[in-house]
């Protein structure tokens, strides 16, 4: 028998007052990540209000949870998050204006994106409720993920994601389509470096400065870009570089990210550097702590659940903007630099491009875009790429934000806490709801992408890239919100 799933994405609809504000409650809280308590708590009182197990703290994480509710097989993994960006606090206006000075602002839009994954949970509760499906459905509160890879650190072993059958995330984006451009893995490391003070002009012959050794090691780094894949990236800054111009520093700091396509030339880069810090110890006369922060994977994300969204994007179509949304984001888009085609240009059909062109040109995306960009890879890094690695991972993205807006913005901001980021957020929310109750429905379907992932993970093995004995540095993120 054919079920009409789309009540459910219609329950979405008729609920979204409920929902659009406790995703602008979460829009206000913009807390930082690892503080996120009243926004994760928000999102947790929800599902125990609705028949949700939670569990509470996971991973050691006071922030994190997971949300269960159902039983049998198979498990569907909705991911969710929560977390805001410093300094980036702005009203809905269409111009800069800080709603407070100085605070954190959601310019990643993950209000939406952790709000969405309730509302499709929650429908698919109704759905399990009405005895239409079997099955477990999962969410999963993710902290912090613009500073740390909550998720690679919480699929360790015993931890959250055992027995996971598919996992489904989503992006608020600036255009409405499939996630088939892979990330770039990455390192996040602090290398603290010791030395001697002394009188910097009385008897400097008696220091060792950190800050040498910090300044030698950034200029190996940057002798090292040489010889290293052009798709690698190595950033950093130096956190701490003494305290007065006349005391030999004795504690220096410099805290550096290492990004490449795949997880094994990150090794292979990481593995570099330290040789470029050791050689800096031995020059200066110091010594050296390496603080490892985080690591993610490159998301290899499955085709068969990519498809399942992408069929579902298309059947509940892309949101659509009256006419004072779309005032909203021509007003908007004049705070933007024009946009540059030159990314679009290498994964669109020479014959498309025009089109295309024409699509980032309005105000807001109007069309659900076709699959794009597989096998490219893009500069930023996700921690949703450890996910995928563990389980089929689908992911997508709907407009929320206006097209040519740079990620990380106050523009971003704004629509996040608006009518555009609602709308963008309930679509969202329908495509997960109407994906999950698809593979619930469809045993065939969850082992075609279980088959596909064994195939594609047949060669690689999933090592966490924490180091062993390691545990969340928690003091490096204590920023205070404003
Ligand atoms: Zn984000």
């Known amino acids: 028998m054919v079920k009409n799933f789309k009540d459910y994405a219609e329950w979405i609809e008729k609920n979204q007052q409920y929902l659009t504000e406790i995703s602008d409650k979460i829009w206000e809280f913009a807390e930082l990540g690892f503080q996120e308590y009243k926004s994760s708590d928000l999102l947790i009182k929800t599902l125990i209000e609705s028949g949700f197990n939670v569990d509470k703290g996971v991973a050691s994480i006071p922030t994190a949870f997971v949300a269960s509710y159902g039983d049998g097989k198979p498990t569907i993994a909705v991911l969710g998050e929560y977390d805001a960006l410093p300094g980036l606090s702005q009203t809905t206006d269409p111009k800069r204006k800080p709603l407070k000075e100085g605070a954190a602002g959601h310019g990643c839009g993950h209000n939406l994106l952790g709000t969405a994954g309730i509302a499709a949970v929650l429908a698919v509760k109704e759905a399990i409720d009405a005895g239409e499906i079997k099955g477990i459905v999962k969410y999963y509160g993710c902290p912090a993920e613009e500073k740390f890879n909550t998720k690679g650190y919480m699929i360790n072993p015993g931890l959250a994601f055992e027995d996971i059958d598919i996992s489904i995330t989503w992006h608020p984006g600036i255009v409405n389509e499939i996630a088939l451009q892979s990330n770039t893995a990455m390192n996040d490391v602090y290398f603290k470096f010791y030395g001697k003070t002394a009188h910097a002009a009385g008897d400097p012959y008696n220091g060792r400065s950190a800050l040498d050794a910090v300044e030698l090691m950034n200029v190996g780094a940057n002798y090292l870009r040489e010889h290293m894949i052009s798709d690698a990236r190595i ?15 004795a504690e220096a700091e410099v805290h550096y990210f ?55 994007m298309k059947e509940l179509g892309p949101p659509v903007f009256n006419k004072e949304e779309l005032d909203f984001a021509l007003e908007l888009k004049k705070t933007i630099p024009p946009p540059d085609f030159t990314g679009l240009k290498k994964i669109v059909p020479p014959d498309k491009w025009e089109k295309a062109m024409r699509y980032h040109q309005e105000p807001m995306f109007p069309v659900i875009s076709r699959p794009l960009g597989k096998g490219m890879v893009a500069a930023g890094s996700t921690d949703v790429g450890d996910v995928s690695w563990y389980t089929p991972l689908g992911e997508f993205s709907t407009a929320c934000h206006v097209t040519g807006s740079p990620g990380h913005s106050w523009q971003n901001v704004a629509t996040s806490g608006m009518s555009i980021g609602h709308k963008g957020m309930i679509k969202a929310a329908q495509v997960i709801c109407l994906t999950a109750l698809e593979f619930l429905n469809n045993p065939e379907l969850v082992k075609k992408a279980r088959e596909e992932f064994n195939n594609t993970f047949k060669e690689k093995k999933y090592k966490s890239p924490f180091p062993e004995g390691y545990k969340i540095p928690f003091h490096r993120f204590e920023k205070v919100n404003k």
Do not use: C, W
């Open 258 to 312: 290492v990004r490449a396509p795949e997880r094994h030339q990150v090794d292979e880069l990481y593995n570099r550097l330290i040789k470029v810090a050791e050689g800096a110890v031995l020059m200066t006369e110091t010594q050296l702590e390496i603080d490892f922060l985080s690591g993610t994977y490159n998301p290899l994300r499955n085709d068969v659940v990519n498809n399942v969204i992408y069929e579902k």
């Open 235 to 249: 950033h950093y800054v130096i956190t701490n570089g003494g305290l007065a111009p006349n005391v030999v520093p």
